[in-house]
Nanobody
Framework: QVQLVESGGGLVQAGGSLRLSCATS????????MAWFRQAPGKEREFVATISWNSGRTYVADSVKGRFTISRDIAKNTVYLQMNSLKPDDTAVYYC???????????????WGQGTQVTVSS
């Protein structure tokens, strides 16, 4: 069965960096995309970044462009989110997701991890 497991969240001061990891297992698909979403208290879950596993093409939300980078390690079946220059507004639960198109829409992602908390202090 498909499993997505996030790790790497924690508490960091504004201006600091974190790298989130999403380890995958049980994948049987030939073509798919991985994405990161986040959800802050009282807000909707929002798109952060996505990457095509097959081609490496990426799309990043304007709110984090220039600060966050999505990447994948094919050998480790793992996707990463490198977060630099963190701001308090980045505080959220970050979720890893798998879908079948390079999309920013939650509905296009069929499998989700459990989430990892990122807290940025001022």
């Amino acid at each position: 069965q498909v499993q997505l497991v996030e790790s790497g969240g924690g508490l960091v001061q504004a201006g600091g960096s974190l790298r989130l990891s999403c380890a995958t297992s049980g994948l049987t698909f030939s073509t798919y995309s991985m994405a990161w979403f986040r959800q802050a208290p009282g807000k909707e879950r929002e798109f952060v970044a996505t990457i095509s596993w097959n081609s490496g093409r990426t799309y990043v939300a304007d709110s984090v462009k220039g600060r966050f980078t999505i990447s994948r390690d094919i050998a480790k079946n793992t996707v990463y989110l490198q977060m630099n220059s963190l701001k308090p507004d980045d505080t959220a639960v970050y979720y890893c997701a798998l879908g079948f198109g390079l999309s920013s829409a939650r509905s296009d992602y069929k499998y989700w991890g459990q989430g990892t908390q990122v807290t940025v202090s001022s």
